[in-house]
């Protein structure tokens, strides 16, 4: 039962004969009233702070996916209201309620408490709800995204093309991407190499085998993602040659939103970056440069990787291109 339904008719979820019965013996009241006392428990455990009595207001946070249990010794009317979260009531009654709280990007849920036999007596409970985690989504062997590539240089003038990526599966969780050409279906003879948490490690020669790897892994994701999560890191790879390679990047994720592209909608993390790239030399002949990349993605929650990014590549003498791919097809 979602929010929409419960708020306005709490009465509704227990039953015709129960209503009557309420009805039958004045409405569930007692002479007494019991004193207002709501037990809080999530995922089981008792809320140290005890039970909440009337005139109190207490806070919790909970993660995404949380379950919460209310339960009083005198019956209680209550009113929860979500803000940027949702919740699905699982069981009610006047003395025990539950409920399961989520939240994509964060959110708050705000439950007021009402003695029934005394409608004075109230007590508030401010939930804050975590944003929801996303972990690694597993590779398919032999997997193959096509995606269609739309270059505009500085002078404004624009590029089209499209490639493809192949899914291979390698030792203890690794994978390497292989990098095709749409039109003629061929392949690169170099391969991009991956750890199992999607973690960039180097690229290595189909052929021969020979690596060139970073001395860090470079993470365009850190796991488990969420809404406001950000990283930092350094990798460096020079692999023998005149050239050496390191780049420091900065990630965060932004939001949780819906994403439209040719190979389908998908509810995903939008994610931006800037990436600082520094090429050192040996060879005064080649002398080193720098440049940086500024992109904004957006990670399918559902697929566990990019279906859309937006790069800006910033160059020394002042000059920048712009590149925009997005994922036209997946074929598994």
Known sequence: MRIGMWMGAPLRALGMAAVMALAACGGGGSDDK?????????DGVADSAGPLSAGET????????????????????????????????NTFSFTSKSMTVSSHAGGTLVVVF?????????????VTVAPEEFQA???????????????????????????LWRTVLMDQGTYGVDIGDAQTGTYSSTRSLYDAQDRY??????????KCLYDQPVAFVSY?????????????????GILTFTQHYSRSVEAYERVVAPQGSHDALRIKAQADYTVTSTDPDQPGYGYTVNSTCWWAVDLGR??????????????SDSRSDVM?????
């Not at 019991?34 to 999530?42: G, H, S």
């Open 328 to 332: 036209t097809g997946l074929a598994r």
């Open 58 to 89: 207490g806070t919790i946070a909970v993660a995404s996916g949380a379950t919460l249990v209310f339960d009083s010794p005198g019956e209680t009317r209550w009113e929860p209201t979500a803000t940027g979260s949702s919740f699905e009531v």
């Open 114 to 126: 009402t003695n029934k036999a005394d409608a004075s007596q109230q007590a508030t409970l401010n």
């Open 137 to 163: 989504v597993a590779r398919v062997d032999g997997e193959v995204e096509t995606w269609s590539e739309t270059w505009t240089d500085s002078t404004g003038a624009v590029t089209q093309d499209s490639f």
């Open 224 to 240: 488990p993602l969420h809404v406001g999560k950000s990283w930092v890191g350094d990798a460096t790879r020079s692999c023998g």
């Open 201 to 210: 490690l180097g690229f290595a020669a189909v052929e021969s085998g020979n």
């Open 306 to 319: 990019n279906v859309k990014c937006n790069y800006v590549f910033h160059y020394d003498d002042g000059s």
């Open 34 to 42: 019991p004193a207002l006392d709501v037990t809080v428990k999530v």
